[in-house]
């Protein structure tokens, strides 16, 4: 008997122990089709985001995390859409598919505005759909500034108390001083960070570097905690 109550009470420990099966991350992932991006920039970016999603690095840390993954797309006032919903990836092969759902997205708009703060509500409200997820974080890429619709700066403090992180990548083709307007008004949150991208060439470059900061530092802390954790 007492075998028996020594095996249960180890078996209880391990259970306390070892964490449920869930989400440690839920990234949206947002990218800009306002009037300035032209046909091959458009490609450009969901062939480049494709790629960095089969990153090894980065597709091991969304397999590992069981990382939630949505996409939009954004551009004008009132003119957002989530092209791909909130899915869970549980394995390489949904990685894959994911990579090839995002390179076949149709665009949505051509030749409207630019409304950051916009794309940004949108994203806060998608992520009630995922309150499993241990982080929230916000990957959204422009190649100007905010010129229509609510501004993202009075976004910031909606993102801030729901506890989402705002990345911003900034695409510095055309407008001069673009990464400190995304450090002033569009980022938010613990570590929020912005990658420059030169041009729209640069952008895959520029997406895999920040897709990896997101997903592989996210996943080395989660480990440096858990060792602490158990000292």
């Given amino acids: 008997m007492r075998g028996l109550r020594s095996t249960l009470a180890i078996s209880s420990l391990l259970c306390l122990a070892t964490p449920a099966l869930t989400c440690d991350l839920a990234l949206a992932l ?17 062939d ?46 949904d990685v894959d598919q994911l990579a090839v759902d995002v390179a076949g997205i149709e665009r949505g708009w ?15 409200v998608s992520f009630d759909d995922v309150p499993d997820c241990a982080r929230h974080v916000l990957d959204i890429s422009a190649d100007g500034v905010s010129n229509e619709g ?36 569009v980022i938010t949150g613990p570590g929020a960070f912005v990658i420059s991208a030169s041009d729209y060439t640069d952008y895959p470059r520029a997406i895999r570097q920040k ?3 997101e997903v592989t530092d996210q996943f080395a802390d989660l480990e440096h905690q858990a060792i602490r954790a158990g000292r």
Avoid: C, K
């Fill in 211 to 213: 897709m990896l900061r």
């Fill in 48 to 93: 480049g985001l494709a790629a960095a999603l089969r990153d090894g690095s980065v597709s091991e840390s969304l397999v590992r995390g069981r990382v939630a993954v949505m996409v939009m797309q954004w551009t004008g006032s009132s003119r957002q859409h989530i092209s791909l919903p909130w899915r869970r990836i549980e394995s390489f092969a």
């Fill in 110 to 124: 051509r030749d409207y505005s630019t409304a950051i703060g916009e794309a940004m509500q949108l994203a806060l």
């Fill in 30 to 46: 947002a990218f800009d089709v306002s009037g300035s991006v032209n046909a091959d920039e458009y490609r450009l970016q969901v």
């Fill in 150 to 185: 609510i501004l993202p700066q009075d976004v910031r403090p909606a993102m801030a108390a729901a506890g989402i992180i705002v990345n911003g990548l900034a695409i510095e083709s055309d407008v001069d001083g673009l990464v400190d307007y995304f450090r002033q008004r």
